[in-house]
Every structure is written in structure tokens, then in C-alpha cells.
């Protein structure tokens, strides 16, 4: 491995969980709100491929006006839950940058953009979904977990024009923290900024804020298929 993880922030301290076999691919995986990257290793250690790594950085700590300005590990700023909440723009916008750094430190390494999947869980998601719609390169993928698309109101102007980004989005129908009603405006939405047929919106009946088998097995399908062996 050439290239140094200490010019990347973010992947100084990540967690990764590596494959067993050449690397060729990647998924960058983002927590949600208060949580670390250890939170979701763990179960993506039970889904994972030989020939995949799993990148799970952790977020800054930083005051969360939704929770008091308690100081947490957040990738920006959250105001409220609900699609006419106002929005940190430019804590968005940092974090998706820092993503992107992550993706050409990738790139620099050998696992080229079109091998690599970004998801997430609930704000992590969130951020991955703003993070792949306006990458300059084309990813192999998103996995879209609990969330919503941040900035929505300044799509598709703000897509970088990818409309061929398979996205597998996910939603527990008792999440009471982020509405499955919510979830499902969001994949209409980015039927209007990827092509339709590539938005995959899946619910799961009596799971609330959280994943299950069923998720992340259809997680590993998703993976399988835009991330094979080569």
C-alpha cells in the first residue's frame, strides 16, 4: 500500500474490516448520530466478501442543535427530522468533501471509484446518498439505510449528473425517528435525479429505527451484484 491514511482525516482512525482475499472492491459505510464506526463493523463482518473491504469511519464530535447542542459524534449538524426542517448546508457539504477523500485515497490505491459502494444508517446514509449524487465519479453504488437525502430542494441541480448509480434504499416501517413516509418522498425524489429503474426501495413491516437480517441480507445481495469478483 502506497499513500498515507494520515492526509485523509477521516481514515486515520477508521475501522476496517478486511477481506480475506486481493482487495478489489470496497464499501465505505457512515453510522448514524452518536454512534462510531464500530457500530455497524460488526454486522457488516457478517455480510462481507473475500474480495471486499469494509471502510467504517468514524464521525467528529460536534454540538447537535436537535439534541440540546450536546457534543456527539455527528457528520454535521441536525435541526430537526422532517422534510421542511432547516438544514446545516455547509456542515453537509464538509463532510460529503471529506468522504470524497476518502474515495480518491481508494482510488490512489488501486480500488478505482466504480468499485466502491457508499451507504450508511440514518444520517450516515444520508450523507452517503448527498456524498454519491454529487461525486464527479461514477461509484459503483449506494446502500441507504433509515435516511433521507439532505439538501433535497437543490436537486437534481446539484447532481453531478451520474443517472446510471444503482441506490438500494432500506426503511424499518415503525422507524418513529426517521418516518418510513419520509423514506419513501426520498426515493421518489431521486427517481427524478438517477434513472427510476435504478432506485431500489425496500420496507420492512414492525422494524423501527434500526436494521435486521432481512436488511442486511438484502445488503450482501446488492454488494454481490455490483461488486463481483473480477
Known sequence: MCGNNMSVPLLAEAVTVSGTQKETAAVIFLHGLGDTGHGWADSLTGIRLPHVKFICPHAPKIPVTLNMRALMPAWFDLMGLSPDSPEDEAGIKKAAENIK???????????????????????????????????QHQLAGVVALSCWLPLHRSFPSASSGNKNIPILQCHGEMDMMVPAQFGAMTAEKLKYIVNPQMVTFKTYPGVQHSSCPEEMLAVREFIEKYLPRI
Open 101 to 135: 477523500a476518502i474515495i480518491e485515497h481508494e482510488a490512489r490505491n488501486g480500488i478505482p471509484p466504480h468499485r466502491i459502494i457508499i451507504g450508511g444508517f440514518s444520517q450516515g446514509g444520508a450523507l452517503s446518498l448527498y456524498t454519491a449524487l454529487t461525486c
